[in-house]
Nanobody, 122 residues
Framework: VQLQASGGGLVQAGGSLRLSCVAS?????????LGWFRQAPGKEREFVAS????????NYAASVKGRFTISRDNAQNTVYLQMNSLKPEDTAVYYC???????????????WGQGTQVTVSS
């Protein structure tokens, strides 16, 4: 499975971005969970959001809940992260990942995209 993330960029505080992650090599039908993680300079990679396949239930980190929305299109093998009301502290490299089940735990994710940079200016 290859995951290709895109959609990052530079945005002012309060703005929005939508990240996309397309999977190739194997369909989403095999994997139940998709997630987004982020890593800021000098910090550990952290959970942002996840979505299951079976019931599309979602889970969010407290820091992004109410501002970010994760969604998926299984027919297009794509997962999205809509980010609104962005803050400078959201600045990081954002990674998409796939796991046997939706989870906030990084160790459960098997496949990772290459990351896309999101920079929020104040």
């Amino acid at each position: 499975v290859q995951l290709q993330a895109s959609g990052g960029g530079l945005v002012q505080a309060g703005g929005s971005l939508r990240l996309s992650c397309v999977a190739s090599g194997r369909t989403f039908s095999v994997y139940y969970g998709l997630g987004w993680f982020r890593q800021a300079p000098g910090k550990e990679r952290e959970f942002v959001a996840s979505i299951s396949r079976r019931d599309t239930s979602t889970n969010y980190a407290a820091s992004v809940k109410g501002r970010f929305t994760i969604s998926r299109d299984n027919a297009q093998n794509t997962v999205y992260l809509q980010m609104n009301s962005l803050k400078p502290e959201d600045t990081a490299v954002y990674y998409c990942a796939a796991a046997p089940r939706a989870s906030p735990f990084i160790d459960e994710y098997i496949y990772w995209g290459q990351g896309t940079q999101v920079t929020v200016s104040s």
